[in-house]
């Protein structure tokens, strides 16, 4: 069984917009037992709809579709389905009261182009929208026995609610996907191919209805166990064995379970520890605090972190010495040591992390070249360092500092 | 004219990565006056790949593909180019000397694995990629004259890097597409429709070989003039006349031209200043210092910032009084002014900015809801602020912040 995306909106074919619907979409199949066989992006032209929804139903069991559903002139996607299922729209009172419901909490008054939201093919099931005006579509037809075709809007909060709550679980119900479990383990400090040698074993051990797969990521391993079969229960503890198999070969580099990111196990242990964290930025620049802001409920453990991009800041803000940043230059152990020792007592944390480093393009010598990275956690039981020597663009520098920096703090604050 | 992109990989079906090369190349080529019909996303599949390529080709004049390139048993795609173009792989002299520069910089010896990388299909233009080891292969072929297949290795700045100072000048050789200028002005403080409303009778008196974009992104719009013709400088002149005439009337929302996002336009005229800047940030979390550090170049003015989440940081390293905290709240214009005011003393600028605000989800109050927010600039002359109220999740208002004091710090630093 498998599905084709299909993403409506001229404004994806200008490059003014990221298609990060299809990725979204995809990884919550993929995770619920359903492969994604293609994705189309193409424009608000109701003969491209057509042909390619016609396209994708002769190659697979289900087309979800996004975008188009707007009240505005360039939306036609609702037209084009009338059109393709022989169908006509009409007035759904659902819809019709979710729309009166969110345009009233705006606190404004129900327009004529509002209520065209509500108005949707016959021929299809109606769908609620509870985050957005534009209701979501399913269609079955004879043509096609068992294809299902699923219209959805294209803001991406309401995509992923819908597809969460309402679209996953009856496309799997529809076609009896059996049961699926997924475990995601988050790993650093080890390279795809070491890591894949040093696993072999393992992996060559698990049942047979147990699929590994590596999802690197920059300065970041995600590895992601899929286990299929009939039984929820009897999958979850095939994967618990097979989990707890691989800590004594690999738990150096685990650094948790069932997360997306760092960040967010940062945040579950910061919480759980009652905590908190201040942040000393230089080659950074301000995005660990952006990372780990960027998820609500941040302030339960995070303090605040200083920036300091400049020497004259690091002193200032932060106490590191002059004669430190003269003797050893801002890149350096001495230099990092001091700043997330400053930003712990001045920001008056339990935990800080520091960076300091060579970002690029420029700014590398021959003895600090770009990529020359020191970063540091401090604690109540002192200060530990690293040096990191990270390759890749000034982006992919940052990111793989921000990595390690929330490995190393995640190993001082829940040693293993 | 017109173009279709195929990008390969099993990693995008599966959502692990999103693919923003789709976005970029569109980009790219639409500036240079080629139209993209259509985006596909397909596996590492022989199969696949030699239908979709056969599909583009029927329904476009180039298809430009990515990914599939690299060494590994996934990469097929060299294999599937060959017997589609009923052609053999052979080692090209000058990719291969490429892969042996590319290698020694990294201080390695040649493998053969990395030879592998220099064999392209005979019947091919070989397109030196100086910046990694996968060549850029350009096809013709007398099955479709005319008609051109470009494969692109899909790492992301390998790809940009090739399709600026190869792929696309020789497409609008060989496909003699006409002039064209294109003109980028970013406006702050806007709608959308208010925007087309004002500038209406400005857009129908426009040459009729000028077109008008609106690419509004989150608190901010992009309006991009493009002019085709055949002479370049006539273009160029009639696209600077335009713009001139829409200064008038809507000069006091043009933050500026010819820059990509804000922080661009930031680091160009405080550069230009020779004035330095510190930021203090609660509700962006360390989002305006990582967007403005994001690019090269920095350290030239901005010297630094503190992310004081919470209370106690404001006070201790921003300086707000307890009192003021205690009387107006965090969210409130007396603390955003003595956060502003604290960073420029305290971290030695000539400008400082700050926000404070509820970001959500949760947070707010009746009196300030989610999306309340206070921004300030403070300089020599003084300390303005501004009170937002916005809307959308927390990403959205984020980002929507950071835009206005972008366009704030840009008001006071270059008056008009």
Redesign the interface.
């Known amino acids: 069984m498998n599905v084709t995306i299909l993403n409506i909106g001229d404004?994806?074919?200008?490059?003014?917009?990221?298609?990060?619907n299809?990725?979204?979409?995809?990884?919550?199949?993929?995770q619920a037992g359903m492969?994604?066989?293609?994705?189309?992006?193409?424009?608000d032209l109701s003969e491209?709809i057509g042909n390619?929804l016609r396209h994708c139903l002769s190659v697979s069991d289900v087309v979800l579709m996004t975008g188009g559903l707007g009240p505005t002139k360039d939306d036609i996607t609702k037209k084009t389905l009338c059109e393709f299922f022989g169908s006509e729209l009409y007035e759904n009172e659902e819809a019709l009261e979710n729309v009166r419901r969110i345009v009233a909490s705006h606190g404004r008054e129900l327009t004529e182009i509002n209520r065209l939201q509500a108005w949707v093919p016959r021929c299809c099931t109606m769908i609620n929208n509870v985050l957005g005006t534009a209701p979501c579509m399913w269609f079955e037809t004879d043509d096609c026995p068992s294809k299902v075709v699923v219209s959805l809007p294209g803001v991406p909060?309401e995509m992923e609610n819908l597809m969460q709550t309402e679209v996953v679980p009856r496309l799997r119900e529809h076609f009896a996907v059996g049961a699926i479990v997924n475990k995601n383990l988050l790993l650093h400090g080890i390279g795809e191919s070491f890591l894949s040698d040093l696993i072999e074993p393992w992996e060559l051990a698990l049942p047979e209805n147990i699929r590994l797969?590596y999802?690197p990521q920059p300065g970041l391993m995600k590895l992601r166990l899929t286990a299929r079969g009939d039984d929820s229960a009897r999958l979850q503890h095939q994967i618990d064995e097979a989990v707890a198999g691989l800590y004594p070969i690999a738990g150096q580099y685990i650094m948790g379970e069932d997360a997306e990111s760092l960040p967010e196990l940062v945040a579950r242990t910061m919480v759980a520890s009652g905590r908190t964290l201040?942040?000393a930025?230089s080659c950074?620049?301000?995005?660990?605090?952006?990372k780990?802001?960027?998820l609500?409920?941040?302030?339960a453990y995070?303090?605040?972190?200083?920036?300091?991009?400049?020497n004259?800041?690091?002193e200032?803000?932060l106490g590191v010495r002059h004669e430190t940043l003269v003797r050893h230059g801002a890149v350096s152990e001495e230099t990092v040591r001091e700043m997330v020792t400053g930003a712990r007592e001045?920001?008056?944390a339990d935990y800080a992390v520091a960076t300091t480093g060579v970002a690029?393009?420029?700014g590398g010598t021959p003895e600090k070249p770009v990529g020359t990275v020191w970063i540091a956690v401090a604690s109540a039981d002192g200060v530990s360092t690293e040096l990191l020597h990270l390759t890749g663009?000034?982006?992919q520098i940052?990111e793989r500092t921000c990595n390690a920096v929330f490995a190393a703090l995640l190993r001082v604050v829940r040693p293993q």
């Open positions: 404004e994806l074919l200008i490059g003014q917009v990221v298609n990060t299809a990725a979204k979409m995809s990884q919550m199949l993929t492969a994604v066989k293609g994705v189309y992006t193409i424009g491209d390619y909060f797969a999802l201040a942040t930025e950074t620049g301000g995005n660990i605090a952006a780990l802001t960027a609500p409920g941040a302030s995070f303090r605040g972190g200083v920036v300091a991009y400049s004259e800041v690091k200032s803000e001045r920001l008056g690029g393009p420029s663009r000034r982006a940052v």
